[in-house]
């Protein structure tokens, strides 16, 4: 099948110019009276970060407003601007809050279209492209865009079906390559509309001409009257290896589908000062078989790499001197990466879970951190650079409640780690520090207090 096939759907321009490491395409639908069948009246725009060992980046016009930011997988929002010729900036913020200028470059809105801006490639020296689709309005229908931005090169067969069918029974709708966006055609168009009918799908990719599937969606459900758009990307953060199609419509919320046989992975922790390593049986799921080892106090395992799917983890403490913690229910998803910290309170063992981050570490850093001391019922951790105190500290994590976790994203540095608690009379009582510590690398860290046997009781651990 030909990609934008349908009669009423023509390409109108495809304008590809190279400035630099810049590259404009448009691509635009005609049809219906006047050349148009949209009643927009504003110009669109919309960025995407699509960079996957980049930071942060805003887009703003340049001696302008801000149009927002996003990380790697992320949109802005989308903006209603009026037509005429705009000049951007793209910058990140580094770890002393100065601005680092990314790439400039000059965009043409047009009144019923929509432009959206994707970074892509290497962080390093990223390649900017624009691409431009006149909108148009829908009634119980949809229309559908696909893009690649993979690292590699490769090109993907897309092919989609209505939900419930299997592969054999999927239409193939053309061939994505990196960098160029392409409409694709609905396969059963009826005298209503060309488009896709809204309702749910299963989109399915092979490598070009082949018939193995290499990525399979969940089911999607295309309940918006409005043009999606489509963009094969590369896994990155915790996983390292796999492929992600995320889903971007006119809001910042973009939906990441992984493939349903993507692998998960988890890493165990144990926090406890058990001077006997703990026994930790991990399995139950009829797929694999059960996996069992030995962690010291104090010891990270690696990550391990297993087949999604609900587990249970039990672990044993060879002494008897706690109680053991049995068949901890622990679901991993597809894709998905999850820690799991083995506590002891109350002479019994228990288990703190969280799903790790999927965003690239080469500049911001997703940090968990997580209380694991049971004495007191609100923890808090500052983060204090070299030139900070607690009370100047730009980064700081509240009241973390024992056993319960959160994230901060902390721009490449070095800090010391500072965890208080307040008393009765809201005197904050110092329960550990670190030195200076850098989170510098390309790692997924966590940032741990628990009890051990130094002059306050406990201390704070960095995992990574």
């Known amino acids: 099948m030909q990609l934008i096939s349908q009669p ?76 005429g010729e705009i000049e951007l900036e793209f910058i990140r913020t580094d770890s002393d809050d100065q601005e680092v200028f990314i790439e400039e470059l ?21 390649t900017f492209t624009v691409y431009s689709f006149e909108r148009e309005t829908l009634e119980d229908h949809f229309r559908l865009f ?17 939900s419930g069918d299997p592969f ?33 799908y299963t989109i399915y990719l092979t490598a070009p001409g082949g018939d193995e599937v290499i990525f399979e969606s969940q089911t999607i459900d295309f309940i918006y009257e409005t043009e999606y758009l489509m963009t094969l990307r590369n896994v990155s953060g915790a996983i390292q290896e796999g492929l992600v199609v ?43 078989e059960d996996v069992s080892f030995t962690l010291a106090a104090g010891q990270l395992s690696d990550f391990s790499a297993i087949r999604y799917g ?31 910290l083995i506590y002891a309170t109350n002479d019994k063992l228990g288990a703190a879970t969280f799903v790790e981050s999927g965003l690239p570490q080469a500049y911001d850093k997703t940090v968990n951190f997580i209380n ?41 540095d070095y800090y010391e ?10 005197e904050q009582i110092l329960l550990d520090r670190t030195a200076l510590f850098g989170f510098t690398e390309e790692e997924n860290y966590i940032v741990t207090v628990e009890p051990a046997d130094t002059p306050t009781g406990y201390e704070i651990n960095v995992l990574y």
């Open 146 to 162: 696909a893009l690649s931005v993979a690292v590699d090169d490769t090109s993907y067969d897309f092919y989609m079906s209505e």
């Open 168 to 200: 054999e029974a999927a239409n193939f709708l053309g061939t994505i390559t990196t960098g160029e966006m392409v409409e694709l055609s609905y396969w059963d168009t009826d005298d209503d509309s060309d488009d896709f009918d809204e309702g749910e």
């Open 417 to 426: 780690v500072i965890a208080v608690y307040e008393d009765d009379n809201e």
């Open 310 to 340: 609900d587990y249970r983890v039990t672990v044993t403490d060879p002494t008897g001197t706690v109680t053991a913690l049995n068949n901890k229910l622990i679901t991993l998803n597809q894709g998905e990466s999850k820690a799991i």
């Open 106 to 126: 000059e965009v043409d809105l047009r009144e019923g279209y929509k432009t959206i801006v994707v970074m892509s490639g290497d962080f390093n020296a990223p």
């Open 8 to 83: 009423s759907l023509c390409v109108t321009w495809l304008r590809a110019i190279a400035v630099g490491l810049i590259v404009l395409v448009g691509l635009s639908a005609c049809g219906g009276s006047d050349g148009s069948s949209s009643d927009y009246t504003y110009a669109y725009i919309q960025f995407y970060n699509a960079s996957p060992n980049g930071a942060n980046v805003e887009m703003r016009e340049v001696d302008g407003d801000s149009f927002g930011s996003a990380q790697f997988g992320d949109t802005t929002s989308m903006y209603s601007m009026e037509s």
């Open 246 to 288: 995320d889903t971007i419509l006119n809001s910042s919320t973009v939906t990441a589908l992984t493939d349903v046989e993507a692998d998960s992975q988890y890493r165990i922790y144990n926090s406890t000062n058990i001077d006997t390593p703990l026994q930790v049986t991990f399995g139950g799921n009829t797929d694999e």
């Open 372 to 412: 694991l001391v049971d004495d007191f019922d609100d923890v808090d951790f500052y983060l204090v650079r070299n030139d900070e105190t607690i009370d100047t500290a730009e980064y700081d994590v509240q009241n973390l409640e024992f056993a319960e976790n959160t994230t901060e994203v902390l721009p490449s």
